[in-house]
């Protein structure tokens, strides 16, 4: 169990907290190839999926999860809710704590958004991202999927690459990744590396290039066209040259590298369409790991 | 159990009835609180959600009520479904009950389609608010939580105040405070009392201010803003002034009064932001009860 | 069980395999109508209802179909998920199946569609329609129904009327029919005949009349207005006076005559509301029927 209400960002998390969610999320992980997906652990519990952003993939991933353990799933999206009807953000939350319910799995575009939710109300609080702040759930997936592969995670290089300023991914996993030894780099345009880099004390490099050949795992990030208001690269086919990876640049990088991205992925773009079947791109074992992760995290917060 | 099919209207009911199920759903309340919060009760029966106006918190709460009692539940809104395609009401009906369901709960802006719905199915039909006529299981709700916080219904002044001529909670409350021996009094602006309050066998006032020494229950109903096609009183400062609660009109109170609403509340209007931490507020409770009272009506419908 | 991973067309299955689903099929009916209708067979099996068109009704059917056999659902809709932000139909269908999924359940308007997602991911495929190709659970609930009704199959005379170049109800049932030894005959304005259909070798009429005194089965297709861009026919009372039923007509069918819709019937148009009542009618019959089919084709599929 873990000694806390919520999952509101990594950076709360201990190194030893970490480390028991991915032993729990290994276990976990278990029980999604047995003949019989599904456990008792969480008969009788209620998960409500509070989604103040569209995200079908992050929403059926906890509801996934929630049904794995045999919890019943309430779904909320502000669209169509009473939410409509100008109901405050502590009325909604209120409201559904009075149906008696065990956690709130909370994705909203307003940084703090889910540790406000946590302060208002007894059940537990999962972030599953808040504006550009954290998404906690995906950097603990991804140095889950890391471990996997590696059997480590301490000493290894780790690119990020993409648009750094604007993506709580990248935040997320930069704490993660520092928290259990591994040395993140972060590559983009000038436009896209947050002022705030150096406080991060964390590497940074303006090409995919340079960090090839000493590179262990290179994540790729979602280019989000949608959050852009002006242009922060001067054109697609520019940003792909320098940022984007294709088959010919990863003959250059160590053997054993892994290629990651969150997804969804805009193909031909972050990843040219030959690294699809490339044989060390784990972003499919990465929504797999989703699933055991978010498991884990429910189980850990509210299974006892 | 009851001996009826179907719930469309507190009218139909008994003192009797009002009563068994008030205390059904006292033990029902009861499983809310265990660890698992859930029995077997339904297992194997459906419910049907048929909404035809949106209602994310009527429709959660049943769905929830029936969780509990491990019934499964189907979601229709008339949005998105066949009905766009120009289906009739009997039609989408009796495709659904031929899917052999157990219970519609019935949303529909028009009185009477929950009873003429019960009349063309086999199933057992819950009414969730049907127009301007009746809303039977929030009344139930109501006076259960009047019940419990009281320890009684039988001769409390109940004010009922706000919208009286648009509301299906208030006809609803008034049918379940008669029958149960409370004394309702209807407060709002002449153009919020419906004409025929005198047939009803009523009290009415035109404030707050008048009912306030000797009320022991207050209930607030929302301003449907949208209900109104024409404005039904000059300004929302205006009808505040004289239908709407503070602290500061709470002191003239009787010491123990209980205020309620339906729920979603416009803060600032119906009640001033300084009652949401009055001691005497119940409204989350409301929304606890509904959950209860819910499983309750199911349960005495479908369960036998 | 059968031998395939999809249910993708009536074309690929034997005649065995058909036989073998609707005596399946029967079974699965007796459940419908237990106090406790439903039976753990899926239970930690997850079916995916993944819908590019929206149809309320055949999702509803498969979902309950799943929920009677204890599998868990995961609804997904074009619209308002990540298909919004322009991935390809191949990356959903990879990212869902990467939550480790047992079967998917496929509407889309292009042919095909089903086929190739069968091609692409190891879980279970069930065709629920592609564009105007085939709807298999239709038609296999048709022959179901008719079985049920006629106690035989082979040797009766069905008349399909309607949109027959349009409907791939129309098509699967004429392949399910011949394979069964039925003898189909198509009933339509020659502009909605499908110039093939000679090669498919089935006889063609161009009014109801023709067919009356013969069909042991007359089955009504929907008009699908929103499909027609130029109008197909002069008329809505034209089309019907020629290709629609009423009671009137049907004193001239054989007396065992039934008449079936796989709905929703536009009243008026295929079918007068006089026959709404007519002993004969199994459209509803057709609904009930269509969960049990859905039951055991999930069964055969997925359940071993």
Redesign the interface.
């Known amino acids: 169990m873990l000694e806390r209400k919520d999952l509101v960002s990594i950076e709360d998390l201990s190194k030893e907290e970490i480390e028991h969610i991915l032993d729990t999320a290994e276990s976990m992980k278990e029980i999604?190839?047995?003949?019989?997906?599904?456990v008792p652990t969480l008969?009788?519990?209620?998960v409500v999926n509070l989604f103040f952003e569209?995200?079908?993939?992050t929403r059926?991933?906890f509801?996934?999860a929630a049904?794995r353990l045999s919890a019943?799933v309430?779904n909320?999206s502000a669209t169509?809710?009473?939410l409509a009807?100008?109901?405050?953000l502590r009325?909604t939350v209120?409201?559904?704590?009075?149906?008696?319910v065990d956690a709130f799995v909370i994705r909203h575009s307003a940084e703090g958004a889910a540790y406000y939710i946590s302060k208002i109300t007894d059940a537990s609080v999962i972030n599953a991202g808040d504006g550009k702040h954290e998404h906690p759930t995906q950097a603990l997936l991804d140095v889950f999927t890391i471990r996997e592969k590696k059997g480590k995670i301490e000493g290894l290089n780790v690119a990020i690459v993409g648009d750094i300023a604007h993506s709580r991914v990248a935040r997320s996993n930069v704490i993660a990744l520092k928290k259990l030894g591994a040395n993140p780099i972060l590559v983009g345009p000038p436009t896209m590396i947050p002022p705030f880099v150096e406080i991060l004390g964390v590497d940074v490099a303006y090409s995919v290039d340079e960090v090839l050949p000493y590179a262990d795992v290179i994540m790729m990030l979602r280019i989000q066209m949608e959050r852009q208001k002006s242009p922060l690269f001067p054109s697609i086919r520019e940003y792909s040259r320098f940022f984007g990876l294709n088959r010919h640049k990863l003959e250059r990088a160590k053997r054993d590298v892994i290629v990651m991205h969150p997804?969804?992925?805009?193909?031909g773009v972050e990843l040219s369409t030959d690294v699809m079947e490339f044989e060390s791109n784990v972003i499919?074992?990465q929504?797999?790991n989703g699933?055991a992760v978010r498991m884990a995290i429910l189980y850990l917060l509210i299974g006892k």
Chains 1, 2, 3 share one sequence.
């Open positions: 999604l190839y047995r003949d019989i997906k599904k008969r009788g519990k209620t569209p995200s079908t993939r059926t991933s509801e996934m049904k019943d309430i909320f169509g809710s009473s009807k100008g109901e405050t009325d209120k409201n559904i704590e009075a149906l008696v997804g969804p992925v805009n193909w499919l074992e929504v797999t699933i």
